[in-house]
Structure formats: C-alpha cells, structure tokens
C-alpha cells in the first residue's frame, strides 16, 4: 500500500498533545444535555433539607420536631439523637479531626445543621423546617483568631481531657483549647539570626480574606440504598469520588464493594467539591431510614455559609537583605483561622498545606515559617479555592513581602525580584523550607513579560501621573501589579501525601477496541476542565490513535480505577501522567505484535506516529489500528490477547509551574473605583496539551483571582452572623466588571513527569491575586502606602487614599 | 396548604397542562414536572441567570417567578433552540470558541445571547458584555463567551445577506 | 429558597385588584414584576398569603407623552422606560436612570411602579421621581388621588400608599436642559452605593431652575431642595458646585453596609453628586 498522506498529515489527524483540539463535551453542555446531579430524577425520590443554627455559638437546649411531622409531604425529620446509635452523629474530617454531621449539644457557627427533614418534594422539606422547634442558649461568639487564643470561652468542650486540659490534637500539642495545631518548617534560629543581622528587614502583616469557592453549582447528592441487594449508590458532586466511596464505608459500616459513587457532570468545583458534608451523611442514613432514593441539594446561602470556605491566613512577615537588594533570609508565622472543626483538605502531613512554598520564586537561603491553626465560630473549610492547598496564601504572602522589601529599600520591585530569582541553572533547586523545583526559567519569563507591557514605559507614565495628580491636574492614579508566582502542584509523592491514609496516586485503565478506538477511565473527574477531550490528546499522541476515537470516561467508582480526584491542580500532572504511562505499556506491546506481524525482532520496529515501522524500511509498517485488530484476532505465541494496560502513578515529585503577570489599573482616588486597564498573564506550565484549553483556564482563573482581590469576602459580624450570604454582597464579577486579558507562555516542561507537564489550572487565580493586590497597593506608593488588607472594594481602597491624605 | 391550580403553558411547543401550587417556582416546573432540566439553578436570588429562559420573547430568570404567574405563557428554553441535528449558530460559536467549560451556565448563556442578538444583531464588545451581565459565569472569565456571541453575530448576519 | 404557599390572585382588572386589597386587608400584596417581592417571599422574609398579580390589568400599562406632560403606567417595565423613544425625548434622565438598574433580564420584569412603590430606598426610581417632582396616582376602594413623590416617602418600606391602594401610574412634566443619573455600584446588579439625579436648565449662562435627588442615602429617597438652590443663579463653576453638595450632605443620612461605612458614604455621595451636577451642566 502506497503511503499517499504525509507524516504532518498523520499527525494532524490524530489530534493529539498541543493540538487545540474543540471540545467533546461542548455538544452536550450547549444543548442542555448536561448530567448534573440536581438532574437526576428516580422513582420514588425524596427531598432532604436542613434545619440550620441562626446562632454562631450557643447550646442547643431542644429540638422539636412533632409539628413538623404534622407537615403534609414530611416524612422524617433527623437529629444528632437519631444518628447517635448507628455513630453517625459525628464524622472524622479530612484533617484529623471530627465534626458534628447534627449540632450534638451545641452550634459553632451560623448555618450549621441541626435536623434533616425529610420529605417528598423540596417545597414540603422546606415547610417541614420552618415547623421544627429548636431552643437555643446563646453563648459568647469568637470571630477573631487571636482572641479566640487568649479567651476563656472553650469552643470544643468535646476535645478537652477528662482533667480539663487540652489533650494533643491529630498534628501535635495545642497550647489553648481553642488552639489546634502548629506547625513548622524550616529553621527558626538561624533565621532569626539572619534577620536580627540583616542590613534591611521589612516586616508586614498580610491578610488573606476569608472567601468562598462559589462554583455556580451548589454541593448536592442524591443517595440510593437498595435494600434488596445491600448496596447503596451515592450521586454526587464529589472531586474526589474514590475518596468519598472509602469515607462513607468508613463511617457508615457499609462495605466498599457495596458502595458506588458517582461524579455526573460537575457545574465547577474550584475546591468546594472535595470534602465530606453532613448533607452527604444525612441523605445516605435517611435512604437507610426510608428504604427511597434521597436527595439534598443546598441553596446558594447554604453553600456560601456552610460547605468549604477559603484562605483566612493572617500572616506576620519579616524579610531580610543586603542593602544592595539580595534577600538573606525569610520568616513567616501564620494564624489560620479555620472556623468550628478542622475540616481543612489538606494531605494528611500537612495540616497547613504547603504553605512553606512561600519562599516564591527566590532564592532565598534561610526561611522559617510556623502556622497555628485556631478554632473560631465560623464555618469549617479551609478548601483550596482554585489552587493547591495553600499554596495562594503562600505567593500572596511571598508577592506581598517583596513589595514591601521593595520600598523599604527604594528599590523597582521589578528589578527586586528580577536579582532574586533562582536561576536556571540552580534546578532543580532545593528551597529553604524544603521543596524540590523541578524546574524553571524565570529572567526569561520575567524578561518577556516586562518587554511585552512595556514595563519602563509605563513606569515612566505612572511617574507623570503622580506629578500630575500632585499638582491637581487628575483624581486616578495608575497602579502597575507585578507578580512572579511559583506553584507546587501535582499532590503528589505516596511517600509524603495522603489524605485519609491514602496515597495521592492517581490511575489510568486503557482498553483498546478491536476496530481501533478506546475507552480510557481514569481517578479523577473534570469539573470543567475538559478532561475527555485533553486525556484523549495525551493518549492520541502515546498510542497512535485518533483522539476523537478515544472516549475518556470518569467519575463512576464502580468502572474507574481508584485515584485521589480533581484538585490542586493534579489531574495532569499525575492522572496525566498515569496516562501516559497506560499509553506507554499498550505501545510497549503494540511493538511486540507489530514485530510478530512484520516477522522481524521487538528491537526491529520502532513507533512512528500511529503505526509501528521497520527500521530503515519505512514502507514496511503496521498502524496501531491494525496491530489493535491483530491482538485479538491472532494467536501470538507468547502473548496474551487484547490490549488493554493499567497504571497507577506515584509521581517521584510535585510540579512547580510558574508565571509572570502584570496588572495595569486606573484607580479613582475619590470613589475607590477601579479600572483594569491592561493584564498580561505569562505562564509556564511546562508542556501544553492543549493551547485553547489552557487559554481558557487561565481567563477563568483569573477572573476568579479579580473577585477576590477586589470585593469577595465572606465576612461576619461580631456577633457570628454571615453578611455576605447572597450574590447581591458575596461578588462574583460579571461581564461588565471583567477586563480583558492577554495571555502569553513559555515552556520548561517538568524534567520527571512523562510528558513534561505540570498543570495550569490554578496558576491565574495563584498569580492573578497578587497582581491586582499589587496593583492597588503600587498606585500608592508614590503617597506611603506599605500595607493594605484585601479585599480592595471601593471603600477599602477610598479607606486607603483618605487614610493618606489624599482627600484635601 | 394544597390549592393547587390549573396551569398552561406552551414549553419549546409542546403544550402542556398540569395542576401546580401557585408557588412552584417556573425554574422547578420546567426541571422537575417536566424534565427540561437544560436552565439550571445557582443563585435563587436572580442574580446569576443560570435559569434564563425566554417568556413570551423575553429573556427571564425563571427561579423568580412563580408557575402561576408564567400560566398561558408560551417558554423557549435551550432545550428548544437547536438540536442535534441542526444547531443555533451560537451553539456552534460556543463551541468553536470555547466560551464554556463546565457547561452550568451555558444554557442561560446562550438563551440570553439570543434574544441579545435578537435586538442589536451586530452588537459592539462592550454592547455584548452589558447586554450579558445577568448571566454569571465562573469558569471562562467571559473573553471567549464574548468572542462566541461576536462571532455568532457575524455569522448570522452573513446568512441573513445571503438569504437574501 | 422556598416561599411558603399563597393564594394566588390574578385579576383582570383594577377594580378587581382593589377589591381582594380590600377583602384581604394586610394578608394580600400586590405584585408587578416580582423581583422586589418574590427573593424577599423565597428568603421567608415576606409573609404574602394572598397574592395579586397585576399583569392582567393592562390599563396600569402604557407610556404617553402629550403636551408636555410624561404618563407612565405602574406595569411599565424598566425594558419598556428604556425602549420608548418618546420618552428619551421628553425625559432622557429616565433612560439613563433605568440602564444602570439590574440586568437586562430584571429590566425585562422589574416596572416603575413596583420600583417606586414598594419604598425599598435601594431602588432607583424614587429618588429620580423626586428629582422629576413626579405624582403618584393611587386607587383605592375611595378612588383616586395623587401624591406628590416627595410625599410619598415616610421611612424605608413606609409610604403615603394605604394597604387597599395600587400606585396605577406616576407622572410628570417632560424635562427641558441638562439632566444627569450618575450612580456608583459595586457591580451590575447592585444598589447604589450613592448615586445622585440632577435636572437643571440654564439661561444666559446661569443656572435658571436646579433639581437634585440622592438615592440609597437615608431610609427614603432624598430631594435636597438646598442642593438645587445653591446652583440657581450660579455659572455652576466649582464653588456653586460645592455649596450643592455641602447642602446636599446636610439632607442625607446614610448607614453603614457592605457597601462601606457612613464617611465613605458621605464623601463618595459628594463626588458623585458633583459628577453629575457637571455632567447635567455639560448638557444644559
């Protein structure tokens, strides 16, 4: 057979890694064929909802619920004494402590669950709540970390010992009732020595608001028990549905072959996704109760003032240098206000995920950084919003400090970060507080990025502004937000990332067709991203088969291998990766059957796009999608049919992609309004699977990284209550208020991982928040600003500008 | 209380007719009496406009208002703008440019973009993203769903001129 | 976000309205868009056990413009206001008021009349009805009256209107000379933070006659007569500018929320006030 197509042309057919392949989940998602879970519609089903505490502290005297039953539609209605003798009442969180599933006694925060009414349509599960009697005693409220440290007023009465004292805690000795862990990394006196003999040492306290993931979904399930077989199906929007699956047999009793979960499509995750809810417990015990299909679902106040907050770091920063600029050392301590009970999704060892990545992109020879997480009378999460755990507190701090260093030497804070950089040389390079980069490029990036925004030109702007501002000619200031972020990405390492003692591999199952397409199921589970269309790619390009041949396929722990799930940005680095190890393996005997069909040796062929060739006889070939039919239509000696392979990746180290944003905003000195003007966002994620894709997320991300920088909080009153609970006052910008973004990459694929990349979905919102943080702070400090909490609302930024005087 | 009443509505066509509490919220009628489930809840507080539908030729948030009040109403969801088989261009164009990813608010996205187009067939960026500001997304910070409803604009006026 | 149940009321006409106003006293609301209403019933902060939609009564309908005089219909939707081109003639303030309000889906529902009647002092409406010295045309089972927009406002939620009227319509004469809505928000969709309404004319280069009304600013729309006449008689030059606000600032009272604390309130309800006081003189 005449080979009439050109190898470009095989190449291009198959669709497959860097290729911007469209997206194959788009024709369902654009038609309104999306599966989310509140879809979902069975026989039978009942509705479940929440009694919820108005009180963020009190004693929990009563519950009522006989009126409630009178309610026409309600059928149950559960409290913590119902759950009590199945041991249900409490769950152990995924950071080693314990949280009430039903307020057991007392309520620790506004919105929390007190009874599950149980009813056959929402309407009557919501009539069946306002009819259930609670009788409440209020009790002093701690909404603020550091007095919650210092105060009398003991919030987990059920961790005190039976003497009174305060018994250590899942990471080690607590100093306070209300204290829960610290945590350390690096080395404490020497960097104190650094500091104490520095020639310049800038110190700051930096706050990372507490905000909330919001995916435009709420967490909802629908639990199945079948009585008849004893197994029970659970829907629901889990990023980590092998997890969920072991935690529910955990706590529940029930087998884990008994149990199958289920991840339909999922309406954004953005970390909200990960964890176990009350609601979950609730809908699986009431499906027990009532032999029925049982769904929850929350509303969007339930979701913003219960399930998975986000950040409320208050981290204290010193950072030491020479006087010429070269940073000398690096201390940090964090108060990490982490609401009622530990509920952080963090690996198990790492109870202030990998905060100690805030030594950035810096060389920085000596670091400390100690973290204490206190209990407060706010709502558990502490979730990784849109980026490995921690890991935005960390380059907010770190992006922060620089500045700060910056003006306290005088210096650009360009050219500060420009002299400290780790070098390209230097990888991969070990940091002071512990981690390997694997790899990175960062004057070249950084260079781009100042070249492509001008960066001279517009300081020289900002310059003219300030003079024209001070002589009365203007009211806006120009503010120029530069950021230079590292993540650490790809949890990770078996041998140190767990979470609930499993290890934070992830899989990959191939099965190859006879005809030549393939199904490919893997652990973890697109909220988004588009995983069936760029592990298609990986594949595509591993094994020689067209992309649009490949279904990728995830979510259901019945059919899937297990994996960890999708969050921190680890789908690519590590189910990507298991991906391509799969590939490899079916290549690996593709090679053997090719070599039997073409009757020479293994060693003899070699893969050549989607075929396998003879060596130096490119003529003499066997595509990939004959070599599929040949495996199961042939008896190769030796050789078992079929061609299937499995991998389950233990990556050897995380991913640390990295960027260069700049932010340019005009900022109305008057009204604190804002305008962006410009932002370039240059990012490394090693190799690009898919361009368009990665485009995508980085808009998105960055997006996200704007509502938090400049209005998302969720905020409480002294008293507890949230006053941020709607979309009126929790901001989410729309269209209008979102700028336009220019994108821009270069490529240091990561040394260790099969095909190079790291992983890109939570650099924009990891950068993003610096940048327009830095922003705002840059357009004052020509007028003395150093510090200024976020988030920059108008009156924050107004707050700032009248603080400087700057109102006549 | 049970006072359900008679309520009519024509839905993508097809009429429909069942007895419903004044109080069924539209979103719910459409979702769960009768399986439209393309318009989506997120908000409940008309906010977000992942429940847009088109009411009587006007883009609604269907999560605030009540069945009773849509009663005789004729309702276009997503559901009744293009199939498999035949496309609306902006289903295309949101594909081609990628203006979505987890698909939540797409179907009030599109809905919404129609009638947009509808009234200004050749709108400005800035026309499109002030006439999309009712619908929130969290995934795509809005530059490829602008680009999409840009380039469905293009594309149907083009087809009208050749129609014509 | 469920409401409890309700009957459900859709007369065909305003004397039908009236009547179950009447029959059902404090235990019925009347409805035009529902978008004030229908959140507040979802959260269970408003107890509507009988519920009257007004969407069939199509004389509450309709925008005229006739002989100088502006009619707008309580059921005429912010979509509508924005639509009419005879009204954009007559009282341009209108449209640019009526942009800056929700989205264009809520514009599609929301009306004048549930905006102004309802007495949130978030809403728009009132404090641009003050400014336009509109009159509120209200029937009840004793007839019809009018009062006065700047009457009608007694506390936040409170007004002029007894429990068995309807607000059918607000009127005014068309505007002539500068006009100007400027409004600060927190994004699309939100209340004013501070936003101002100026109408003025200008004769020989002086200000001739002067209207401003601040919005979100105090529990009730505010019209600061003070404000208007510190402009007339003036080139509206920076000092004239300034002594309105300083009028201004002495009629408002806002309070602290998410939008900020009462200082900033104050000064950003300055600016803006100022901003739209040149704007409007621009247009003059």
Not at chain 1, 107 to 117: K, S
Not at chain 1, 531 to 547: K, S
Not at chain 2, 64 to 74: I, L, R, S
Not at chain 3, 184 to 196: L, S, V
Request: charged content about 20%.
């Amino acid at each position: 057979m005449k080979d009439e197509v050109t190898r470009e042309e095989r190449v291009d057919a198959l669709g497959g890694m860097g290729c911007k392949r469209k997206r194959v989940e788009d024709a369902r998602f654009t038609q309104g064929k999306g599966n989310y879970v509140d879809d979902l519609k069975l026989d039978g089903m009942l509705f479940g909802d929440f009694v919820r505490s108005p009180y963020a502290h009190a004693r929990v005297k009563s519950v009522d619920s006989s009126a409630a039953m009178e309610v026409p539609g309600v059928l149950a209605v559960l409290t913590a004494a119902d759950l009590e003798p199945l041991g249900l009442h409490w769950m152990p969180t995924l950071a080693g402590d314990k949280m009430m599933v039903l307020a057991d006694g007392k309520v620790l925060y506004q919105g929390q669950e007190v009874a599950f009414v149980v009813a056959t349509d929402r309407y009557a599960a919501a009539d069946g709540i306002e009819s259930v009697e609670v009788e409440y005693e209020e009790l002093p409220v701690l909404v603020d970390p550091f007095e919650a440290l210092q105060s009398d007023v003991v919030l987990r009465e059920d961790l005190l010992g039976a003497d009174g004292g305060t018994p250590d805690g899942a990471h080690g000795p607590r100093n306070h009732p209300n204290h829960i862990f610290t945590w350390e990394a690096g080395d404490k006196d020497a960097t104190e020595q650094v500091i104490g003999a520095a020639d310049v040492v800038a110190e700051e306290m930096v706050y990372y608001h507490r905000t909330h993931p919001c995916p435009l979904e709420t967490c909802g399930c629908v639990a199945s028990m079948d009585k008849v077989n004893g197994k029970l199906t659970l829907w629901g929007t889990f990023q980590a549905p092998h997890a969920i699956r072991t935690v529910v047999s955990l706590i529940s009793g029930i087998e884990e072959h008994n149990i199958r979960v289920i991840s339909p499509d999922i309406g954004g995750g953005f970390g909200n996704k990960v964890g176990a809810y009350p609601g979950y417990v609730c809908s699986v015990v009431a499906s027990i109760v009532t032999g029925k299909p049982v769904k929850w679902i929350e509303d969007r106040m339930d979701n913003l003032m219960t399930t998975a907050f986000a950040r409320d770091y208050w981290m204290q920063g010193k950072i030491a240098a020479t006087k010429e600029g070269k940073i000398t050392g690096l201390w940090c301590h964090t108060t990490a206000d982490h609401g009622g009970f530990d509920a952080c999704a963090d690996p198990t060892k790492f109870p202030a995920g990998f905060m100690n990545i805030c030594t950035g992109s810096y060389d920085i020879p000596t670091a400390y950084l100690a973290v204490d997480g206190v209990y407060t009378n706010k709502a558990p999460g502490g979730v990784a919003y849109r980026c490995s755990f921690r890991v935005t507190e960390a380059a907010y701090f770190i992006e922060r400090m620089i500045e700060v260093l910056a003006i306290e030497l005088g210096m650009d804070a360009a050219e500060l970060r420009r002299i400290n950089f780790i070098k390209a040389e230097q990888f991969p390079y070990q940091s002071a507080l512990g981690w390997e980069y694997d790899s990175g490029d960062y004057h070249t990036a950084w260079g781009k990025a100042m070249a492509a925004v001008g960066y001279d030109d517009l300081r020289a702007e900002q310059a003219q502004r300030v003079a024209d501002f001070k002589a009365g000619k203007t009211r806006k200031l120009l503010g120029i937000g530069l950021c230079h972020f590292t993540e650490i990405v790809g949890a990770g390492p078996v041998k140190n990332c767990d979470i609930l003692g499993l290890g934070m591999f992830d899989s990959c199952e191939i099965r190859i067709h006879p005809t030549g397409s393939a199904i490919a199921r893997l652990g973890t589970i697109s909220q988004g991203q588009g995983h069936a269309t760029t592990f298609a790619q990986i594949l595509a390009t591993e094994i020689g088969l067209p992309a649009d041949s490949i279904t990728i396929e995830e979510g259901d722990t019945d059919t899937a291998p297990y994996g960890l799930g999708t969050y921190g940005s680890r789908s690519t680095p590590v189910a990507g990766a298991a991906t391509a190890m799969a590939g490899r393996k079916i290549r690996a005997k593709a090679q053997m059957i090719a070599a039997y069909l073409l009757e020479v040796h293994d060693g003899d062929v070699e893969f050549d796009v989607d075929r396998f060739v003879v060596k130096g006889a490119p003529e003499r070939f066997k595509t990939m999608k004959e070599i599929a039919f040949a495996s199961y239509n042939q008896a190769i000696p030796g050789l078992e049919p079929g061609l299937e392979a499995v991998s389950y990746y233990d990556p050897p180290n995380m991913t640390y992609p990295f960027g260069a944003y700049v932010c340019v905003m005009e900022i109305d000195v008057d009204t604190g309004e804002h305008e962006i003007r410009q932002f370039y966002a240059l990012d490394d994620c090693g190799t690009r699977i898919n361009p368009m894709i990665i485009e995508g997320q980085v808009h998105g991300g960055l997006t996200e990284a704007l509502a938090i920088a400049m209005g998302q909080e969720i905020a409480y009153d002294e008293m507890g209550n949230v006053k941020t609970a709607t979309l009126m006052d929790f901001f989410l910008p729309t269209a209008v208020e979102t700028p336009h973004y220019t994108t821009d990459h270069t490529v240091t694929p990561s040394p260790h991982h099969p095909i190079g990349a790291k992983g890109v979905g939570e650099s924009p919102n990891v950068g993003g928040v610096p940048a327009f943080s830095n922003a705002v702070h840059d357009a004052f400090r020509a007028f003395g600003l150093r510090q200024s909490h976020m988030p920059h609302d108008h009156w924050r930024i107004w707050k700032i500008a009248n603080e400087l005087g700057l109102h006549g | 209380m049970s006072n359900k009443m008679h309520i009519k509505l024509t839905v993508n066509g097809a009429e429909e007719e069942f007895l419903a509490e004044p109080r069924e919220l539209l979103i719910y009628t459409l979702r769960e009496r009768l399986g439209i489930t393309g318009p989506h809840i997120g908000c409940e507080t008309s906010h977000c406009g992942a429940c847009t539908v088109n009411l009587n030729g006007k883009t609604i948030k269907s999560c605030t208002m009540f069945v009773a009040q849509a009663n005789g109403a004729e309702v276009t969801t997503i559901e009744g703008m293009g199939g498999p088989d035949a496309l609306h261009p902006l289903q295309e164009a949101f594909k081609e440019h990628h203006g979505l990813q987890c698909g939540y608010c797409t179907p009030g996205m599109i809905t919404r973009a129609a009638k947009l187009l509808e009234e200004n067939p050749s709108p400005t960026e800035e026309e499109v993203r002030f006439g999309m500001a009712g619908n929130l997304c969290r995934c795509t910070g809005y530059q490829n769903i602008v680009k999409a409803i840009m380039a469905a604009a293009a594309d149907m006026s083009s087809s009208k001129e050749a129609a014509q | 976000m469920i409401p409890a149940a309700f009957e459900y009321h859709r007369p065909a006409d305003l004397a039908g309205a009236i009547a179950l106003l009447t029959e059902h006293g404090d235990d019925a609301r009347v409805m035009a868009g529902g978008h004030s209403l229908i959140p507040m019933m979802k959260l269970r902060m408003a107890e509507v056990p009988h519920l009257i939609d007004l969407q069939d009564v199509t004389s509450l309908g309709g925008i005229s413009v006739q002989g100088g005089q502006v009619r707008i219909g309580a059921m005429a939707t912010q979509a509508e206001l924005i639509d009419h081109a005879g009204l954009s003639n007559a009282a341009p303030i209108l449209r640019e008021a009526a942009l800056q309000i929700a989205d264009p889906q809520v514009r599609y529902m929301g009306t004048i009349g549930g905006n102004v009647a309802n007495g949130d002092p978030g809403n728009d409406m009132p404090g641009l009805m003050q400014c336009l010295d509109a009159s509120f045309e209200l029937e009840g089972p004793g007839g019809a009256r009018a009062v006065k927009a700047r009457d009608f406002y007694e506390a936040a939620y409170m007004t002029e209107r007894e429990d068995d009227e309807v607000l059918t319509a607000v009127s005014f004469a068309a505007t002539s000379g500068g006009y100007a809505y400027e409004k600060q928000k927190r994004k699309i969709g939100d209340y004013a933070t501070a936003a101002a309404a100026v109408l003025l004319t200008k004769e020989g280069g002086a200000c001739a006659s002067a209207s401003v009304a601040m919005t979100n600013l105090s529990d009730v729309p505010v019209w600061s007569e003070a404000a208007g006449a510190a402009l007339v008689g003036t080139a509206v030059d920076a000092a004239a500018i300034k002594a309105s606000v300083a009028a201004m600032l002495g009629d408002i009272d806002p309070t602290e929320d998410n939008r900020g604390p009462v200082a900033f309130k104050r000064h950003v309800a300055g600016v803006i006030l100022g901003r739209a006081i040149a704007r409007a003189w621009s247009r003059a």
